[in-house]
């Protein structure tokens, strides 16, 4: 005999399109009889685009992110006898914060359990990046994970399939019906895994600007507001910094060359501007944490952050020291004029950067470690005719052409006192207690 199903989808997606509310109980039905399969992709379909549509109250995305957590495992740190703390980021060009963040953090005695994916479209994965260095390896068991965080204190690694399946199926479907950019299906996405995932503290870096997932500041902030609201609701404190992404993160876009940049940072030097988000967001970690006061700075400057850097990377099989992979073909662009560099747009350089064979068009696809932009300049900089400005690196260099195209017009140079197209301060806002 087949168990009676405690609500019909059809009703479900009726009171929705109507703008009705869903209860606790139709929304944990929903999740889980999709996820079993019960309920059909056009039925969940049809339901996404409602709630693309109409929104959800405060209180059914939290529904929806508990119902979407306990369709998988929930980790548990309790036993480590430390703080727990970890960041998030929505995503953008050139945005290796994780890679100099995760050992800064952890260097001052507090857990950092970073699981991470791969990149698809424009932006990179973590673990992409990280795979260029030779024998560095994702995948570890929930044992090797603990022991890593035991003993090191900080751990990047592949997030497990246990971790909230619903959400994986879901966004799968809003990938291919138009319904990716509704806020409470976001914010519900990252959220359960992030729950689902164990940390006691949460720092969101939400993104804004041109190479950004949402592109308006405004809707930005009411993301971050949203996460942060479910954070605090699941018992995780939960922090959010609002941050630009009209231009690219630092000087690098790709996978070993922004391995490399992250380095430089452990070494107490690179990009202003890499520096800046990476001290923000370890004092963010710290602070909920409950380490207020601890001078991050220093722990960048005096080797502290890179010698668990380097601990870390070793014990999942990597050699810190070995030489990242190189591209076979580079092609420089140099400036035309003297002048300012006013412009230079994060989303054009990023599809450049994919289309050298640094990202991945299906996610079944390899990325080409060593292919990728190196930036010579950044947007206020003072330029002189054939300077360079950018070096494009490719394994095959039939792919350049369709690089240069997408940058073409992405970047400019003015005069001296020309407005400078760089959307304001890295740091816009931020939203927390
Ligand atoms: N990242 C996620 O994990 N989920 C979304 O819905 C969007 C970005």
């Known amino acids: 005999m087949t168990a009676v199903e405690a609500f019909d989808a059809v009703d479900l997606i009726r009171t929705k399109r109507d703008r009705g509310e869903l209860s606790t109980d139709q929304i944990g039905w929903l999740v889980d009889a999709y996820t079993r399969g019960y309920v059909a992709d056009e039925q969940m379909s049809a339901m996404t685009m409602a709630i693309f549509l109409n929104g959800m109250t405060r209180r059914e995305i939290r529904d929806l992110t508990m119902a979407m957590i306990a369709s998988g495992e929930r980790m548990d740190f309790s036993g480590l006898g430390k703080p727990t703390t970890d960041k998030h980021s929505t995503g953008g060009?050139?945005?290796?914060?994780?890679?100099?963040?995760?050992?800064?953090?952890?260097?001052?005695?507090?857990?950092?359990?970073?699981?991470?994916?791969?990149?698809?479209?424009?932006?990179?994965?973590?673990?992409?990046?990280?795979?260029?260095?030779?024998?560095?390896?994702?995948?570890?068991?929930?044992?090797?994970?603990?022991?890593?965080?035991?003993?090191?204190?900080?751990?990047?690694?592949?997030?497990?399939?246990?971790?909230?399946?619903?959400?994986?199926?879901?966004?799968?479907?809003?990938?291919?019906?138009?319904?990716?950019?509704?806020?409470p299906l976001i914010a519900s996405s990252i959220m359960s895994k992030k729950i689902a995932?164990?940390?006691?503290?949460?720092?969101?870096?939400?993104?804004?600007?041109?190479?950004?997932?949402?592109?308006?500041i405004e809707r930005s902030r009411e993301l971050a507001r949203t996460m942060v609201e479910l954070g605090e609701d699941a018992g995780v404190a939960t922090s959010a910094l609002l941050t630009?992404?009209?231009?690219?993160?630092?000087?690098?876009?790709?996978?070993?060359?922004?391995?490399?940049?992250?380095?430089?940072?452990?070494?107490?030097?690179?990009?202003?501007?890499?520096?800046?988000?990476?001290?923000?967001?370890?004092?963010?970690?710290?602070?909920?944490?409950?380490?207020?006061?601890?001078?991050?700075?220093?722990?960048?400057?005096?080797?502290?952050?890179?010698?668990?850097?380097?601990?870390?990377?070793?014990?999942?099989?990597?050699?810190?020291?070995?030489?990242?992979?190189?591209?076979?073909?580079?092609?420089?662009?140099?400036?035309?004029?003297?002048?300012?560099?006013?412009?230079?747009?994060?989303?054009?350089?990023?599809?450049?950067?994919?289309?050298?064979?640094?990202?991945?068009?299906?996610?079944?696809d390899p990325v080409q470690h060593a292919a990728g932009i190196d930036l010579h300049a950044k947007p206020g900089d003072a330029v002189r005719q054939g300077q360079p400005l950018f070096t494009l690196h490719a394994d095959e260099p039939a792919r350049f052409a369709r690089a240069l195209e997408v940058v073409e017009g992405a970047w400019a140079i003015g005069d001296a006192g020309d407005e400078v197209h760089d959307g304001g301060p890295l740091i816009a806002d931020r939203i927390g207690r």
């Open 93 to 183: 060009v050139g945005d290796k914060i994780t890679l100099p963040l995760m050992p800064l953090v952890a260097a001052f005695g507090v857990a950092v359990p970073q699981l991470s994916g791969r990149g698809l479209g424009h932006t990179g994965g973590t673990l992409d990046k990280l795979e260029s260095i030779p024998g560095w390896r994702a995948e570890l068991s929930n044992d090797e994970m603990f022991a890593q965080l035991r003993d090191i204190g900080g751990v990047i690694c592949a997030a497990g399939a246990g971790l909230a399946p619903a959400d994986k199926k879901l966004y799968a479907l809003r990938d291919i019906t138009g319904t990716v950019e509704a806020i």
């Open 197 to 216: 995932e164990g940390t006691g503290a949460l720092v969101l870096d939400v993104k804004f600007g041109s190479g950004a997932f949402l592109q308006d």
């Open 244 to 364: 630009n992404m009209s231009v690219p993160l630092g000087l690098t876009i790709g996978n070993a060359n922004e391995v490399r940049e992250s380095v430089e940072v452990l070494a107490g030097g690179g990009p202003a501007d890499i520096r800046e988000l990476t001290v923000a967001l370890a004092r963010e970690m710290l602070a909920l944490a409950g380490r207020p006061d601890e001078d991050v700075e220093a722990a960048l400057d005096d080797g502290r952050a890179m010698d668990t850097w380097r601990a870390a990377i070793r014990a999942q099989g990597g050699d810190p020291d070995a030489d990242l992979p190189v591209a076979k073909e580079q092609h420089v662009v140099t400036a035309d004029r003297d002048g300012v560099l006013v412009r230079q747009e994060a989303l054009p350089f990023g599809i450049a950067a994919w289309r050298l064979g640094a990202g991945r068009a299906r996610k079944e």
